[in-house]
């Protein structure tokens, strides 16, 4: 289903937020729920409605602040992302989560607490006021270019694009500059070019490709463990849903005697003994730092299962790792909106 007309969206409130991985790859001893500066930026499908001011030094922050899209056409979701302010941009990402159009009642204030990935829940209140159609009525009508005015005033939408989360199989990717060499975790080729070469998984901090990040197959082992149980209608009729991958990695204190590169982030092993760990049955190299976040997936070419399930018409992308639970709606007719 498919909505068209005006969303009015209150931001009330968040809890149980905690750093990702990502932010804490560099602090081994950091507490997992240290207090962040957290904001909430909201989207329908991609186009920005709204950003919060920023609350600092807590992990349930409280806002109240209220959003209005006046302009939503054909739109299938809208969108919460939870960001923590850095002083040196860019933000890093906490949380965040997509909540269906079909699945909110129009005409009346459908008051939200909705899980966040990877960890986290949002009190949000949306309502709606327009109509809904179906996408099969939308696809069936010709396809005909249409132009924008002031498409290149359209500054928010170009900057919404610049921070766009990449969801594959339960992981978050986000375009990432690398400032060193870097190996791909997936094809185990160097990353090259200028400006964002690469991607980066913000919860388990797995670095690819932007060529490679729609091919990886193995699961976020960072993501929640009730999110990693439904997929796709079209997965499930092609079998995929059977689909799974749990090796278990068999690491101990290893030293190198050449430079070489950790095989999740990509980046060198240093020190002169004791750089990293290595598994004693697949010889995959990580960091110290690194092996929390390491996917059970001992033994596994990924680069060659990719290209197997690509002939079934199988990718990463299309295995997208969605949450069968719905958010939990407590409609309030009589909500002060």
């Keep these: 289903m498919l909505f068209t007309g005006t ?40 186009y920005p409605i709204g950003k919060t001011q920023v609350r600092p030094k807590t992990n349930e922050p409280r ?20 960001f923590h302010s850095c002083v040196m941009p860019p933000d890093d990402f906490v949380a965040n989560t997509r909540i269906a159009f079909d699945e909110l009642k129009i005409g009346s204030a459908n008051d939200i607490w909705v ?4 960890h986290g829940q949002l009190h949000v209140v949306v309502e709606m006021h327009g109509t809904n159609v179906e996408d099969i ?13 002031n498409a290149f005033n359209d500054r928010q939408r170009r900057g919404a694009m610049r921070r766009k989360i990449h969801e594959v199989t339960g992981h978050k990717f986000m375009a990432l500059f690398l400032r060193q060499p870097t190996f791909c975790a997936h094809c185990k080729e160097f990353i090259w070019g200028i400006g964002k070469q690469g991607y980066q998984c913000q919860i388990c901090t797995v ?24 997929l796709g209608k079209e997965i499930q009729e092609t079998g ?15 030293s190198y005697k050449r430079p070489t590169f950790c095989d999740h982030c990509g ?19 990580v960091h110290k730092r690194c092996q929390r976040n390491v996917a059970n ?13 690509a002939q079934l018409g199988l990718t990463g992308d299309k295995m997208s790792i969605r949450s069968k639970k719905k958010p939990s709606i407590m409609t309030d007719t009589s909500t002060d909106f």
């Excluded at 899980?115 to 990877?118: A, H, I």
Aim: glycine share 6%; with cysteine; proline share 3%.
């Design 137 to 149: 009525h939308v696809h069936n009508k010709a396809r005909v270019f249409k132009e924008r005015t």
């Design 207 to 230: 670095v690819v490709h932007k060529r490679c990040h729609e091919d990886v197959v193995w699961k976020c082992p960072g993501n929640k463990a009730d999110a990693v149980e439904e």
């Design 115 to 118: 899980d966040l990935e990877p």
């Design 63 to 82: 806002w109240n602040e209220e959003f209005t899209a006046s302009g939503v056409h054909q739109g299938k979701a809208i969108g919460f992302s939870v």
């Design 240 to 254: 995929a849903g059977r689909f799974n991958i749990n090796m278990p990695h068999r690491f101990s204190v290893h």
């Design 267 to 285: 980046s060198m092993l240093y020190g002169l003994i004791n750089q990293g760990l290595q598994c004693s049955t697949c010889k995959l190299n």
């Design 297 to 309: 997936n001992c033994g596994i070419n990924a680069k060659q299962m990719a290209a197997e399930l």
């Design 7 to 46: 969303v009015r969206v209150r931001v009330l409130e968040a809890r149980h937020l905690r750093p990702t991985e990502w932010s804490r790859r560099f602090s081994q001893n950091e507490a997992a729920t240290a207090a962040i500066d957290s904001y909430v930026n909201v989207d329908w499908d991609e």
